[in-house]
Nanobody
Framework: QVELLESGGGLVQPGGSLSLTCTAP??????MGWFRQAPGLEREFVAV????????YYADSVKGRFTISRDNAKNTVYLQMNNMQPEDTGVYYC???????????????????WGQGTQVTVSS
């Protein structure tokens, strides 16, 4: 069982910032990213970093506010979340996979490995 180790998350006020970290200690993945799931809703794509070429992709709802980055030497991906809003609340999951085609990177079923999830709450 490949582990994806997540850290970060917590409670923040609207307009505040949080940072998430996901590490894959046992292997390297070409694609690592983040999804989130709000209560009663489906898990949705947030952002992804593709190792080859260093390309990043974002959901429209977070573009300009969230930044995904990656340290390839550490097999770690980061998600810096700024100007957070209540609608950003949810459980954030790290996802990883290999051989994902570009058209599939926003789909949950394209990823083979998932973290345990970390709670992010935006509230005053």
């Amino acid at each position: 069982q490949v582990e994806l180790l997540e850290s970060g998350g917590g409670l923040v006020q609207p307009g505040g910032s949080l940072s998430l970290t996901c590490t894959a200690p046992e292997r390297t993945f070409s694609t690592m990213g983040w999804f989130r799931q709000a209560p009663g809703l489906e898990r949705e794509f947030v952002a992804v970093f593709r190792k080859n070429g260093g390309y990043t992709y974002y959901a429209d709802s977070v573009k300009g506010r969230f930044t995904i980055s990656r340290d390839n030497a550490k097999n770690t991906v980061y998600l810096q979340m700024n100007n957070m809003q209540p609608e950003d609340t949810g459980v954030y999951y790290c996802a990883a996979g290999n051989r994902l085609i570009l058209s599939s990177i926003r789909r949950r079923d394209a990823y083979d490995y998932w973290g345990q999830g970390t709670q992010v709450t935006v509230s005053s």
